[in-house]
């Protein structure tokens, strides 16, 4: 109604909307569309990319946890967040057999059975384990370790957990589509008796609960802990320590966890496997962004001889935070 009254008001108002669209264009959009027509590597290229990034910046420090350096996340987190990654293209060159359900693809770490729907998260745990996530200074898979892998999937953890010399992998999974290709992956290294697959997943005490996740998701997403969405099946969870008592373990030198939110249990499940054999531990931080608060101080409660570090900083979708946190034991407690 004012500005029906005020004609030079509103015009003012629309050249001022029109100036901010063409600004946003400027700033946002054109850099992206450019980034994409300039060949890459000339000079060009670089400065477009910088420009996106100079617009990302403020987001990414905004929902930065404290324990991310500012310095890090300007630079090395920064640069990743503009990086681009593998189309889908590109992976689907990789794949050597394929039907509705299951694909057999070859990566820089071997051939692997997935799920037909997790191609690209396929090549992301390849590019983990060549980044060595799960390892920080001591805490990292030695020789004749015996590890529990909480969290297999189809395996391309445990292969490298292998090749770095683990005695024997406990492999833990319970999804049946992830489970039937761990079986595929692995039928050599369980001939063997490198690898036992163990068919449940981990928790606070025994339970039968929904798997969800989210319609065309990867299956590495599905979560017990979080409500992803659809139902997807009912699977058998137990403990730690359980686990441990039930395939007569002798001892337990190393422990990696990823399993959707649902960290926190397991460790609680895992009390007095931790408090005999002081395993060193790499648990994912990424799956809430309370997880790099919360987690150490579990450890911190449940073990009070054992010292944590968080690991490298990444974007992880909502929040620039911790991806995994690196546990080891240091001293009895007081």
Request: glycine share 6%; with cysteine.
């Amino acid at each position: 109604m004012i500005l029906s009254h005020h004609p030079t008001a509103r015009k003012i108002l629309l050249r001022t909307i029109r100036l901010a669209t063409w600004i946003l264009a400027l700033f946002v959009l054109a850099p992206s569309l450019l980034v994409r027509a300039t060949p890459e590597g000339t000079w060009l290229y670089r400065a477009e990319k910088g420009l996106r990034l100079y617009v990302a910046l403020p987001r990414l420090i905004i929902v930065r946890h404290p324990a991310c350096p500012l310095s890090e996340t300007v630079g090395r987190i920064g640069r990743e967040y503009m990086s681009e990654n593998h189309t889908f293209e590109q992976e689907a060159a990789f794949i050597l057999v394929s039907d509705h359900q299951f694909s057999n693809v070859h990566t820089p770490l071997g051939e692997f059975w997935i799920p037909a729907r997790d191609l690209r998260t396929l090549f992301e745990m390849v590019d983990e384990q060549q980044r060595a996530i799960y390892e920080h200074g001591a805490v990292r898979v030695r020789p004749g370790d015996i590890v529990l892998d909480c969290g297999a999937n189809v395996g391309v953890t445990v292969r490298a957990e292998l090749a770095r010399g683990a005695g024997l992998v406990v492999a833990i999974e319970p999804a049946s589509a992830p489970l039937d290709c761990l079986r595929r992956n692995l039928a050599s290294e369980l001939q063997q008796g490198k690898v036992i697959i163990y068919p449940r997943g981990v928790w606070d005490r025994d339970a039968e609960l929904e798997l969800t996740n989210a319609p065309n998701s990867a299956s590495t997403t599905a979560s017990v802990a979080i409500q992803l969405g659809q139902p997807v099946e009912k699977i058998r969870l137990t403990t730690i320590d359980r686990i441990v008592q039930e395939l007569h373990l002798q001892r337990v030198d190393f422990i990696k966890m990823d399993i959707e939110g649902s960290e926190g249990p397991a460790l609680q499940g895992a009390l007095h496997t931790v408090a005999a054999f002081h395993p060193r531990m790499a648990i994912s931080l990424e799956h809430r962004p309370t997880d790099p608060d919360t987690l150490p101080a579990l450890v911190h409660r449940l073990w009070p001889g054992y010292e944590t570090i968080c690991g490298p900083c990444e974007w992880q979708g909502t929040a620039v935070q911790p991806n995994v946190m690196f546990a080891q034991f240091v001293a009895p407690p007081r």
